[in-house]
């Protein structure tokens, strides 16, 4: 059985680690019966200490791997979903400003050999992005294609992905991000494209 459980790496401080642990990948690889969408459970993360309030502060996120079989487009794609916090949610704040990175690891089981590897994505990069609540706005894009994780696309091997993202929220005057949001990275794609889209009209999300 395919099973999806996050593990809190650091939940002390800033850099923040949070760990997303997919048992058995190789089951939601299944061309004909595409589940496409894997949502982890909600995690908190330490947001940003201001020094006239002793009050620690803390965001809430979600992961969602997106498996993507599009024409000759077979890819694994990441995004990190914000989540309004009561705080934010009585503030009238409508978005957070983080700096983001992924890692990703794989476990493999060939016969009776048990291999552990990080595997090497498209983009290796931490990037800041001024990111708005709900899923709809959630910020990511392609990690790597499917047949990278498998030998010889043999996507029977039973697989782990271990997906760990870093959040550093980044203390500067709100002015000081125009220059430091990068928007070209490969890390720069919306879910949003993915709604309205008669490919994903039978994707239903509960929480």
């Known amino acids: 059985m395919s099973t ?10 800033l850099p923040f680690i949070h760990t997303w642990v997919i048992k058995e990948f190789q089951h939601f690889c299944d061309k004909q019966n595409l589940l496409h969408f894997i949502i982890s459970e909600p995690f908190n993360s330490p947001a940003p ?11 809430t ?5 997106d498996i993507e079989n599009i024409g000759e487009d077979f890819s694994l794609y990441m995004y990190i979903v914000a989540l309004q916090t009561d705080f934010e949610r009585e503030k009238e704040l409508n978005d ?3 700096t983001f990175k992924f890692k990703v690891f794989k476990n493999q089981i060939h016969g009776n050999m ?5 595997f090497i994505m498209f983009n290796q990069n931490s990037f800041t992005h001024r990111t708005k609540f709900g899923i709809k706005n959630a910020h ?4 790597c294609k499917i047949n990278q994780l498998f030998p010889n696309n043999d996507t ?6 271990i997906i760990r993202v870093h959040i550093n929220e980044v203390e500067k005057p709100q002015n000081d991000f125009k220059n430091s949001i990068n928007k070209s990275s490969l890390l720069s794609h919306s879910l949003e494209q993915f709604f309205n889209n008669p490919y994903f009209s039978d994707i239903t999300f509960t929480f």
């Open 156 to 161: 029977s091997i039973s697989t782990d992905i």
């Open 114 to 118: 048990n291999s552990f590897e990080e």
């Open 4 to 13: 999806a459980y996050s593990a809190v790496h650091n939940n002390s401080c």
């Open 49 to 59: 200490s201001d020094s006239n309030n002793n009050i620690k502060l803390e965001y």
């Open 96 to 98: 957070r400003i983080s």
């Open 61 to 65: 996120w979600r992961l969602v791997a």
């Open 140 to 143: 990511g894009g392609k990690l």
